[in-house]
């Protein structure tokens, strides 16, 4: 079983920035590809962002693409997400999800391909 806990969400103003950190509890976090997700109230759940367990191959959203980063650090069982420029459009509860991709460069980016779930953090972004 695979925990993961979302940190760093937050009330921010338009324009402004913001890291998000993921920890996992597991083993061999290398051996999982890694994504977040957000949804807003009254919407469904979105792809933002992905990585693959070695973070060479990233992925992006192209409503966040340009403005938003994804890293991870398996040393660290963690997965950030760096959010710059932000936009009110952008206030939604996150969420980082694990998929067990045995260190394959598959990497989902939708949400049914992934296994495991963290229990979000909110992010606001004030106009």
């Known amino acids: 079983q695979v925990q993961l806990v979302e940190s760093g969400g937050g009330l921010v103003q338009a324009g402004g920035s913001l890291r998000?950190?993921?920890?996992?509890?597991?083993s061999t976090?290398?051996?999982y590809a890694m994504g977040w997700f957000r949804q807003a109230p009254g919407?469904?759940?979105?792809f933002v962002s992905a990585i693959n367990w070695s973070?060479?191959?990233?992925y992006y959203a192209d409503s966040?693409?340009?403005r938003f980063t994804i890293s991870r650090d398996n040393a660290k069982n963690t997965v950030y997400l760096q959010m710059n420029s932000l936009k009110?459009?952008?206030?939604?509860?996150?969420?980082c999800a694990a998929y067990y991709s045995s260190r394959t460069y598959?990497?989902?980016r939708t949400g049914f391909g992934y296994d495991y779930w963290g229990q979000g953090t909110q992010v606001t972004v004030s106009s």
């Open 106 to 108: 598959y990497t989902p």
């Open 43 to 46: 919407k469904e759940r979105e």
């Open 29 to 31: 976090f290398s051996n």
């Open 55 to 58: 973070g060479s191959g990233t």
């Open 64 to 66: 966040v693409k340009g």
């Open 20 to 26: 998000l950190s993921c920890a996992a509890s597991v």
């Open 88 to 95: 009110p459009e952008g206030t939604a509860v996150y969420y």
